[in-house]
């Protein structure tokens, strides 16, 4: 539902703490600062990566976030099922 609100760049605030939280392991409140900062940094190498083609136009940046973020979401499905 946040993402049909959002837009589809509020998928990155549903990628990016569990990228920080794989990568550090610290408590939630620790995390807030590193997920503001890899969130920063995410979407703009996504921004960049949108606006590489030398076409007519860009690709939206919603069509990178979602290729990166899908294949993540599916991965952590996999990753929950294999542990319970």
Same mark, same amino acid.
């Given at each position: 539902?946040?993402?049909?609100?959002?837009?589809?760049?509020?998928?990155?605030? *549903?990628?990016?703490?569990?990228?920080?939280?794989?990568?550090?392991?610290?408590?939630?409140?620790?995390?807030? *600062?590193?997920?503001?900062?890899?969130?920063?940094?995410?979407?703009?190498?996504?921004?960049?990566?949108?606006?590489?083609?030398?076409?007519?136009?860009?690709?939206?940046?919603?069509?990178?976030?979602? *290729?990166?973020?899908?294949?993540?979401?599916?991965?952590?499905?996999?990753?929950?099922?294999?542990?319970?």
């Amino acid at each position: 539902m946040l993402i049909s609100i959002a837009g589809p760049i509020g998928f990155v605030g *549903l990628i990016v703490p569990h990228i920080v939280r794989t990568l550090y392991r610290r408590d939630n409140t620790a995390l807030i *600062l590193p997920t503001f900062a890899v969130g920063g940094l995410f979407l703009a190498a996504c921004d960049t990566l949108s606006r590489l083609p030398a076409t007519q136009g860009e690709v939206p940046i919603g069509v990178v976030t979602a *290729l990166i973020g899908g294949p993540f979401f599916v991965y952590l499905i996999f990753q929950r099922n294999r542990g319970a």
